[in-house]
């Protein structure tokens, strides 16, 4: 009896669904199985073209991979899907991204002359500052700017001579010359400028010079060296005597 074509389709299916069956009992990856392997990834199902790649233009991201090419469009120079802005032109927004001093000695110098910081030292800018400082300052010198960072106690960096924020050199330098430190780095201090925008920098030193206004640990003098045991037996005394002096007054 000849088969109708809805019959035959029902075998083809069913003819499938055997084959996969098949297939995966002889593929088996799983654990306890004699194909199991760790290391082995798998397979994934992702045609080419439209899951790996986007199919429409997509801002930077001109890529390629052998002779084809995805994501390029040929109207554009170099096959980019973004165009270079014009030159001397500034993004809407972006004006204060501009940064014109050199990362120099001198332009160190002009830093701290010229520059003023011109965010609000506001509890809301403050608390921000805090924040970032924490994101990206804290690991090395610490949540309250002591110098006391993981990688700094570690030993494997040398510390800055003046160590903590309480000393003399924090509290005296010109906001200027710091946000050029953060934006070019200095040292063995990276550069953080491609991480913070202006605004954000601006509030970091807000929270420094904060810090650097709060009592100095115990343990270290104003300038971040261990005070020494005969100096806090000076002080001492020189106490008491004031205690004696007014005790005499009266």
Known sequence: MA??????????????????FMYGLSHDRSPGSGNYDPNNPGYEYAPEGDMYHSIPYDAQTEYYEDDNHFNTNKYNTFGM?????????????QADYIYNIPNTPEGYAQAGKELVNPVPNTPENLAEGKKLFNIYCWHCHG???DGDGPLMASGKFPKPSWITYKSD???????GNMFHTITYGKNLMGNHGRILNPMQRWKIIH????????????????AGTPASKDSTKTVAGATASVKDSTKKAK
């Open 3 to 20: 088969l109708s074509a809805v019959g035959i389709g029902v075998l083809a299916v069913c003819y499938l669904v055997l084959r996969l």
């Open 81 to 93: 899907t973004m165009r270079i802005p014009v030159e001397g032109t500034v993004a809407r927004g």
């Open 143 to 145: 949540h309250l700017g």
């Open 169 to 175: 050199y924090i509290k005296n330098l010109p906001e």
């Open 207 to 222: 929270y420094i010079k904060y810090l650097s206004m709060q009592a100095a640990p115990a343990s270290t003098t104003a």
